[in-house]
């Protein structure tokens, strides 16, 4: 019970990464705090939680909302008192190329995947810096590497991964923990739910879900990154080896990129 009485915030937590991680820092003990848009499918997914006595306060929340975070922050500390690990998950994805997308769709991809995390981190920073906690961004490969028909995601990881860099430099004398996790293809619902150039959600994964990690193996190597309070995780082979080429030879990468992703079913790249 490493996580014993403390109180960890996951952001989008009614499915895939988010949850997995409520139901394994939950199982360590931790009071989980989870958020989500869908009033049922929060409800649902305490009722889960609760069922393996895991201790949880749902609350509905968009996370491309200022006030929204403000106020998660607020009953998280009016109903345990701390917070001691925040964990910034939501996000969603799109999959379209740039000259067709909708610029409401770049935005909205914006919104929910950096600035859900600046809101997060701005309102739970003070009991964070109090608890000498931990702030976690769910990140991704692409915030290493950028794909083709992803720009707006890719931009909100990348985004992602500058403001925790400035920030863990901010706060390393004051005793945060800041941790980059950067899964990659991860069986999960973000590919089902990306959004296409109109705003419409694509509604199937073009790529194999059985061949990836599951979220709870993400969501264990999260924790275990977590105790150690290293910096970054990067995961999966495949994920290492786009990062470490990308540095040495990004040019090549540029055409191992856009061949691998042409070969997605009904990709919009020709």
């Known amino acids: 019970m490493k996580f014993k009485d403390k109180v960890v915030v996951i952001t989008g937590a009614t499915s895939g990464i988010g949850e997995a991680c409520a139901e394994v820092f939950g199982r360590e003990g931790a009071n989980v705090v989870i958020t989500g848009r869908n009033s049922a499918k929060l409800e649902q997914t305490a009722v889960k939680l609760r069922s393996k006595n895991i201790k949880v306060l749902a609350i509905l929340a968009d996370a491309g909302s200022e006030a929204d975070n403000k106020r998660m922050a607020e009953e ?81 990881k990348y985004a992602m991964n500058g403001f925790f860099e400035s920030l863990r430099t901010e706060v390393m004398n004051q005793g945060v923990h800041v941790l980059v996790a950067c899964p990659g293809f991860t069986s999960s619902n973000i590919r089902n739910n990306a959004l296409t150039a109109d ?40 994920g290492k080896l786009a990062v470490f080429l990308n540095k040495w030879i990004p040019g090549i990468m540029d055409g191992m990129v856009y061949r691998e992703m042409a070969k997605e079913k009904d990709s919009p790249i020709k």
């Open 199 to 238: 705003g419409k959600s694509q509604g199937e994964s073009p790529r194999d879900e059985a061949k990836m990690m599951t979220p709870l193996e993400v969501a264990e190597s999260i924790l275990k990154a977590t105790l150690k309070r290293k910096r970054d995780l990067v995961l999966t082979v495949q």
């Open 76 to 156: 998280s500390l009016s109903r345990f008192g701390r917070i001691d690990v925040l964990i910034n998950n939501a996000g969603i994805s799109m999959r379209a190329l740039f000259q067709d997308i909708d610029l409401e769709v770049f935005r909205k991809v914006i919104d929910t995947n950096f600035w859900g995390t600046v809101y997060a981190t701005k309102f739970c920073l003070p009991a964070i810096l109090e608890s000498k906690g931990s702030i976690i961004g769910i990140s991704s490969i692409n915030g290493y590497r950028g794909t083709p028909a992803r720009t707006a995601y890719t931009a909100s």
